[in-house]
């Protein structure tokens, strides 16, 4: 952040208003326009929007929701706090999305939705998901936390669901410090998500003192703040410049690390998807952590890739139903990827990782 955040700010800070008012709607207004949706409803978290998401498609206890196991675990947890069941399903290698060959075998009585997770900007076929859902009659929520500036088609992500989720959470390509936007083309469900974050009061009854307090639904308090619609707006206007710099480093990752055998990446359309990290999948998880432990000595961090969803201690399975999803999440790596990182920074990066295949 910048002196632009800092004006922001202090915008707020002379306004004397800090809750979410005209600050969060010029917000909101910029993300819908740039991401092509009709609405856009900013929230607390990406895990409050996959919450809120899921309750106003009326999921409830009882119900099942369809969920990769390759994800963050805000995921299922969304899904357990409406009360409903996480149904996990295993991943495609080559997306390292939810497999829709498998989903409809997944798929029971008790199902209403399916929740598919844009791991690192990559999405499974939407054509077909999209078909198995209208098909089942089932909801479709897209968790596109890591998607801000990815596109399927000409559409940008989130745009394929009935609602779609992103993350303003600090490692990602913009953030509030913490935060979340919902998108929808649904009039309806952008109007029971704007409900359901303001404790269920009807949409403007505060504009009328005597209505102020209707509250004809149960709702919660997820209201974003002014000071974080002010960071929001001025790193919009960073975004544009970040994908390209996002997409750049991916691609002197791909160039410089092409020749060594152990390292494999992800497909990836740099046309169309902007990387959140820079990804690796490596030969076996002892190589990947001896990877991890030879670059920290070399003040290099990396970040492994989540855990399977089913061998976290609340979804535990002992199952072997997961292949993919336990080979990805062994054996992937993030690799540095800050849109700060520097030519020298990056050109040290790749040539400690070339010394330790080396040696």
Request: glycine share 6%; with cysteine; charged share 30%.
């Amino acid at each position: 952040m910048d002196e632009s955040e800092k004006k922001e700010l202090l915008s707020v800070i002379d306004s004397g208003w800090f809750t979410e008012a005209k600050k969060t709607k010029e917000f909101e207004k910029m993300f819908a326009e740039f991401t092509g949706s009709r609405y856009a409803c900013a929230i607390t978290s990406g895990t409050a929007g996959l919450y809120l998401g899921l309750n106003a498609l009326g999921i409830k206890q009882g119900d099942e929701v369809v969920v990769p196991d390759l994800t963050f675990v805000a995921s299922p947890n969304s899904v357990q706090a409406n009360n409903a069941k996480p149904v996990l399903i295993d991943i495609e290698p080559d997306t390292l999305n939810l497999d829709t060959n498998i989903l409809e075998r997944k798929i029971t009585k008790k199902t209403k939705a399916i929740m598919t997770v844009n791991f690192n900007g990559r999405t499974t076929n939407m054509k077909i998901l999209r078909e198995i859902a209208q098909k089942n009659n089932l909801k479709l929520i897209e968790d596109a936390a890591h998607s801000l500036g990815s596109y399927y088609g000409k559409k940008h992500q989130g745009n394929f669901s009935d609602i779609g989720v992103f993350s303003f959470s600090t490692p990602k390509i913009i953030t509030t410090g913490q935060g979340g936007m919902i998108v929808t083309n649904n009039k309806k469900l952008y109007e029971r998500c704007m409900e359901l974050k303001d404790f269920g009061r009807k949409i403007g009854a505060k504009k009328n003192m005597m209505s102020a307090f209707d509250h004809h639904i149960i709702g919660q308090n997820f209201k974003f703040t002014e000071f974080q619609a002010a960071v929001g707006i001025s790193q919009m206007k960073k975004l544009e410049k970040r994908m390209k710099i996002k997409k750049r480093i991916f691609k002197i990752y791909q160039e410089s690390l092409k020749n060594i055998q152990d390292i494999e990446f992800i497909e990836t359309d740099l046309e169309k998807i902007t990387p959140w990290m820079s990804d690796i999948i490596l030969k076996n998880k002892n190589k990947k952590i001896k990877l991890i432990n030879f670059l920290e000595r070399k003040n290099i961090e990396t970040r492994i890739f989540y855990p399977p969803i089913h061998k976290l201690k609340p979804y535990f399975t002992s199952n072997k139903k997961f292949p993919i999803s336990s080979k990805i999440s062994d054996k992937g790596l993030w690799l540095p990827s800050s849109s700060t990182l520097t030519d020298k920074e990056l050109n040290y990066v790749c040539k400690e990782i070339k010394n330790f295949f080396e040696q």
